[in-house]
C-alpha cells in the first residue's frame, strides 16, 4: 500500500514520516517518530492515555488519522515540560503522589494542561469533568484533582 | 517493639524514585520495548464459548508473505505439571491450555493459534488465513446451571474434590470448602432474630489500564529474554520454563513498569507465546493485547452467588451464622472461593458457623486474582446482612459490630488465633470520625460496612550496594505497581540512617536480582521491605567491621548510630565518628566493595481490616446513584509512605464502588461477551467520585521490624456493601444482588 508523506511539528520540532492512510495518530507517535510517552489503553477513544494537543486542541490520538496532521502543532506528554524543567502540573503530580502505576499519568497532564490553558482556576466540579474522559483505575481520581488545584495556584502565582 | 522507635523517615511523604520518568513519558510499560527486525505477534481467538477442536491448519498463514511463524496448541509441549506460584494462578497445565487450546475452547476468546508476521497489518490478516474446525458444543454460562446434574460438562475429567466420597460422575463443581464451629443450629434457636438472603454479584474486570504486552527474542542456542508487564518476572519465567519445558536458566525476564495489575497480571497470556514465535521465525516478537482481548481472555474476578443466614440475640450479639457460596471459576478450576470462605466472617468473633464453598466451572475466561480475591463477594453478603439487623434491632451498624469484634486472642474462622490486629480501633475511628458525626445529607442515605484481607508473605530478596560517594543502591525484584520503591528507599534511610535523597531503589531482571514472588497478595511493602531492612543491616554490620578494624577495637565496640558508625558507649578510643560516606570512601583500603543481602521466606504478614462507609443519593426516577462523600478508616499497621497508603485506600474505594454500581460482565445465549470496552464496561470516571476521605489506623504488626502491614487489597472489600446499605438506607428498599444500575434500581423501587 502507498504510503502518505506527512510534515507535521511535534513538540515545536518539525518531523517528517511516511505512514499508511489508516494508521492513527497514537500508532505514529510511538511506532513510526519513536515518542512512546502517549499511552494506549483502549485504542477507541474510551480511556485518555492517548491524549495530545493538536493546534491546542485537546484529542485522543487514537481517534485521529496521522494523516490528518498533516502542518498541524502536535504537543505530546515529552513537549509538557519546558526549558525550566518540569511543568508546575508535573510538579504537583509528583508532589501529592498523584500516581500510583502512572500508564494514565501522561494522558492526564495533557489534558489538564489544556484545560489549565483554557481556564486557569477551575473549581473541583470543572476539572473532575474535564478530566472525565481519561480513566485512572488506580487512584480513585483524589490526589488527581488535588494536583491540578494545586497546579493552578501554583501557574496563577507564577503569572 | 515498633512503637518504641522514633522514625525520622519513615512516614513521610517524598516524592518517588521513579517519579520523574512516569511525569514525563520516559518510563517504559510493557508496550515500550521495541527491538531491530522485530515481528509483531497476533492471536487468534475462539469465536464460540464451548467447542471441541477438530482441526487447526495454520499452513495457509505460513505461506503469506510477511508471515514468519505460526502456532498452535499441538505445537506446544503437551504434558505440562506444577503450578504457578502466584495469588489465584492455579494449575499450570490448565494455564498452558488457556494461553493456548487444545481439543476444546472453553470461552469466547479462547486462544488457538498464533501468528508473527513483519507488520501487526499483515499479523491480522494472516489471522483470517488460519483454518480451524469445531463440533460446536452447548455453552454453559450461569454458576447455578452449571453446578446441576445434567449441565453441559466443560470437563468430562472433572470430579469435585473435597467431598467425603469421591463422586463416580463428572461435574463443573471443581471442588467443596466447608468451614466450621460450633453448632450452627444451636446457635440458630438462640437467635432473637435471624436475617438471610442470597446476593448475586457479576464477573468484573480488574480494568488495569495498561493492556498485556510482551517482547520475546530467542537466539540460536534456545536462550530468551522476554520484556514484559507483570507482577512477578520470575513466577512468569518458572511457568514459562514448565509450559515450554525448558530449564529456567535459558530464560530471562525483563519486568517492564506496569500499568496496573490488581492481581490479573499475576497470571501469564502472551509470554510463552512470544517465545515459541520468536524461536520459530530467529527474530524478535511483540505482541500486545488490544482492550478487547483484554476483557474477552484476561482476568476478570468470579461472579458469584453467595446465600447467608445470620442470628442474633437483642443485645446485637451473634449466635450463628452460615454460608453457602458458588464461584465462577471460568473455564479452567481455581476460582477464590478459598478466601472468600475464609474471610466471610473474619472480622467477627464468632461460636457457630458453617461455610460451604463451591469453585464451578462455566464457559467463561478463566478467572485471574483480583485485589483479596474471593473477598469482597463473600463479605458482601455478610456485611449486607448485618446491616439488617442492625436496622432491625435499631442499633448503629458500628456498635453491633463492635459487639462482635474480633481482637488480639480471637480464633479466627480460618484457624490461627489472631495476633494484634487493628478491627476494633478502625470501628473506634470511624465513631469518632467527622464524617460519620455529620448528619446524613438530605435525602441521601448512609451505608457501613466492614473489610478485611490476609496478607501474604513468601519469598523475597534484597541486595543494598554502597557506592563509592555513600550513595546506596537498593535492588530488589518486586514490580513497582503503586511506588514501592520509594517505600523501600524510606524503609533503607530509616535503617541505615541516611536522608532518602541518597537512595535510590531499582527492580532488577532476573538475571541482576534475587528471587521475588509476586507483587500481590499485599505482600511486597512487608516482605520485600523486610529483605530490604535484612540487608541494611547486613551492610550495617559490614560498616562496624570495618570501621572496627580501622581504629583497632572490637566489633562489638562499634555502634551504628545516625547513619555513622560511632564507638559504643564506654569505649576509650580517640576516634571520629565514620559516616556512611567516609567508610565508602575508604572501600578499597578496607576490604573492597560492599553489598547487603538478605533471602527470605517472610512469616506473619498481619491481617489488614478496614470500615468504610458513604453517603449515596439515589436519584428514583433514573435510578443513577450519586456518591456524595467516602470515608475509608484502614488498619495499615505503619504507613511506610501515608500518601501512597491513602492512594490504595482511595483507589480499592473506587474499583469497589465501580463495581457495586455499575461494572459487570454481560453476556448473551451463546457466551459472547456483550460489553467488551471502556464504552459499555463502565469504570467510574472522575466526575462519578467526590474526594475520598481516608483515615489511617496504625496498630503495627508484630512480624516486621518497622510494623507494617500490606494494604493494597483490604480497601476494595468494603465498599460492595458500603453502596448496597446506602441504597437501601436512602430509598427503604433491600436490593441484593449488584450491580446497583440504574436499571436494577428503577426495576426494584417499582417494585415496591
Ligand atoms: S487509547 Fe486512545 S482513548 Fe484509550
Ligand atoms: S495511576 Fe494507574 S491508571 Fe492511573
Request: net charge negative; with cysteine.
Amino acid at each position: 500500500m502507498t504510503k502518505m508523506h506527512v510534515q507535521t511539528s511535534i513538540n515545536g520540532e518539525t518531523v517528517e514520516f511516511l505512514c499508511s492512510p489508516q494508521q492513527t495518530l497514537l500508532e505514529a507517535l510511538r511506532e513510526i517518530v519513536g515518542r512512546q510517552g502517549t499511552k494506549e489503553g483502549c485504542g477507541t477513544g474510551d480511556c485518555g492515555a492517548c491524549s495530545v494537543l493538536i493546534d491546542d486542541r485537546l484529542v485522543c490520538s487514537c481517534l485521529v488519522f496521522a494523516a490528518e496532521t498533516q502542518g498541524a502543532e502536535v504537543t505530546t506528554i515529552e513537549g509538557i515540560a519546558g526549558d525550566g524543567g518540569l511543568h508546575p502540573l508535573q510538579e504537583k503530580f509528583l508532589e501529592h503522589a498523584a500516581l500510583q502505576c502512572g500508564i494514565c499519568t501522561p494522558g492526564f497532564i495533557v489534558a489538564a494542561k489544556s484545560l489549565l490553558d483554557r481556564d486557569p482556576d477551575p473549581d473541583e466540579e470543572t476539572i473532575r469533568y474535564w478530566l472525565a474522559g481519561n480513566l485512572c483505575r488506580c487512584t480513585g481520581y483524589d490526589k488527581i484533582i488535588r494536583a491540578v488545584q494545586d497546579a493552578a495556584g501554583e501557574l496563577a502565582y507564577q503569572a | 517493639m515498633a512503637e518504641a522507635i522514633d522514625l525520622k523517615y519513615i512516614g513521610t511523604r517524598p516524592v518517588r524514585p521513579d517519579g520523574v520518568d512516569k511525569v514525563t513519558g520516559r518510563a517504559q510499560f510493557g508496550a515500550d520495548q521495541n527491538l531491530p527486525n522485530m515481528l509483531h505477534g497476533k492471536v487468534l481467538r475462539s469465536p464460540h464459548a464451548h467447542a471441541r477442536i477438530r482441526r487447526v491448519d495454520v499452513s495457509g498463514a505460513l505461506a503469506m508473505d510477511g508471515v514468519y511463524a505460526a502456532v498452535c496448541g499441538e505445537d506446544f509441549p503437551s504434558e505440562v505439571g506444577g503450578s504457578m506460584l502466584g495469588e489465584g494462578g492455579g494449575d499450570l497445565g490448565d494455564v498452558a491450555r488457556n494461553i493456548m487450546a487444545r481439543d476444546k475452547v472453553l470461552y469466547h476468546g479462547h486462544a488457538i493459534a498464533a501468528v508473527a508476521a513483519s507488520s501487526l497489518e499483515i499479523a491480522e490478516r494472516a489471522l483470517h488465513a488460519i483454518e480451524v474446525e469445531y463440533e460446536v458444543l452447548p455453552p454453559v454460562l450461569d454458576v447455578l446451571e452449571a453446578m446441576e446434574e445434567d449441565a453441559p460438562l466443560l470437563d468430562e475429567n472433572c470430579f469435585t474434590k473435597n467431598l467425603p466420597e469421591k463422586p463416580d460422575k463428572p461435574s463443573n463443581i471443581a471442588s467443596v470448602m466447608t468451614l466450621a464451629r460450633g453448632n450452627v443450629d444451636e446457635g440458630f434457636e438462640q437467635a432473637d432474630l435471624v436475617v438471610e438472603g442470597e446476593y448475586r454479584i457479576p464477573m468484573a474486570h480488574q480494568g488495569y489500564i495498561e493492556p498485556h504486552a510482551c517482547t520475546a527474542t530467542v537466539n540460536e542456542e534456545g536462550k530468551a529474554t522476554v520484556w514484559c508487564c507483570t507482577q512477578g518476572h520470575f513466577d512468569f519465567r518458572a511457568a514459562t520454563a514448565k509450559i515450554l519445558d525448558c530449564p529456567i536458566g535459558d530464560l530471562k525476564f525483563i519486568a517492564s513498569e506496569i500499568g496496573g495489575g490488581f492481581g490479573g497480571k499475576t497470571v501469564l497470556y502472551l509470554e510463552p507465546v512470544a517465545v515459541m514465535l520468536s524461536r520459530q521465525s530467529g527474530r524478535p516478537v511483540k505482541m500486545v493485547m488490544t482492550r478487547e482481548e483484554v476483557f474477552r481472555a484476561t482476568g476478570p474476578t468470579s461472579g458469584t452467588v453467595c446465600r447467608v443466614k445470620v442470628g442474633a440475640k437483642r443485645d446485637g450479639r451473634i449466635t450463628a451464622a452460615k454460608a453457602w457460596m458458588a464461584y465462577e471459576a471460568g473455564a479452567f478450576a481455581g476460582a477464590p472461593m478459598g478466601p472468600g470462605c475464609m474471610s466471610i466472617f473474619a472480622p467477627y468473633d464468632l461460636e457457630n458457623f458453617l461455610v460451604v464453598g463451591h469453585d464451578v466451572l462455566v464457559n467463561k475466561p478463566k478467572v485471574a486474582a483480583y485485589r483479596a480475591p474471593g473477598a469482597p463477594q463473600a463479605m458482601h453478603a455478610m456485611e449486607v446482612a448485618l446491616d439488617d439487623i442492625a436496622r432491625q434491632l435499631g442499633m448503629d451498624p458500628l456498635d453491633l459490630r463492635m459487639k462482635n469484634a474480633a481482637d488480639e486472642g480471637t480464633q479466627a474462622p480460618y484457624g490461627p488465633k489472631f495476633p494484634a490486629i487493628g478491627f476494633k480501633a478502625c470501628l473506634e475511628a470511624a465513631k469518632e470520625h467527622p464524617n460519620y458525626k455529620a448528619p446524613v445529607p438530605e435525602g441521601a442515605g448512609r451505608g457501613v460496612a466492614a473489610g478485611f484481607w490476609f496478607n501474604v508473605g513468601m519469598q523475597s530478596s534484597a541486595e543494598v550496594r554502597l557506592n563509592e560517594d555513600g550513595t546506596v543502591i537498593v535492588m530488589e525484584g518486586n514490580p513497582d505497581i503503586g511506588g514501592s520503591r520509594a517505600s523501600m528507599c524510606l524503609m533503607a534511610a530509616e535503617t541505615l540512617g541516611v536522608p532518602y535523597e541518597r537512595i535510590n531503589a531499582f527492580v532488577g531482571d532476573t538475571e541482576s536480582t534475587g528471587f521475588c514472588n509476586v507483587t500481590g497478595g499485599s505482600r511486597t511493602t512487608f516482605a520485600t521491605g523486610l529483605a530490604v531492612v535484612r540487608a541494611c543491616e547486613d551492610i550495617i554490620g559490614q560498616c562496624k567491621s570495618r570501621v572496627a578494624a580501622t581504629w583497632g577495637v572490637d566489633e562489638d565496640q562499634v555502634d551504628w548510630q545516625d547513619g555513622q558508625a560511632v564507638p559504643a558507649p564506654g569505649v576509650n578510643a580517640e576516634v571520629t565518628p565514620m559516616s556512611l560516606a567516609d567508610i565508602a570512601a575508604s572501600m578499597p583500603k578496607t576490604g573492597g566493595p560492599m553489598l547487603g543481602r538478605a533471602s527470605l521466606n517472610a512469616q506473619g504478614a498481619g491481617a489488614s481490616f478496614s470500615i468504610n462507609f458513604a453517603d449515596l443519593r439515589v436519584d428514583r426516577e433514573t435510578g443513577k446513584v450519586d456518591v456524595l462523600s467516602f470515608t475509608a478508616v484502614q488498619d495499615a499497621g505503619r504507613a511506610i509512605h501515608p500518601d501512597y497508603v491513602e492512594g490504595q485506600m482511595q483507589g480499592g474505594a473506587s474499583q469497589g464502588l465501580g463495581w457495586a454500581l455499575n461494572e459487570e460482565y454481560i453476556y448473551d445465549a451463546d457466551g459472547v461477551m456483550e460489553n467488551a470496552g471502556f464504552l459499555d464496561y463502565r469504570m467510574p470516571v472522575a466526575s462519578d467520585l467526590p474526594m475520598i476521605d481516608t483515615h489511617i489506623v496504625e496498630v503495627p504488626n508484630p512480624s516486621h521490624p518497622y510494623g507494617v502491614r500490606g494494604v493494597g487489597e483490604t480497601p476494595i472489600v468494603a465498599p460492595l456493601a458500603v453502596a448496597a446499605n446506602a441504597v437501601r438506607d436512602a430509598t427503604g428498599v433491600r436490593i441484593n444482588d449488584l450491580p446497583l444500575s440504574p436499571p436494577r434500581i428503577v426495576a426494584a423501587l417499582e417494585g415496591n
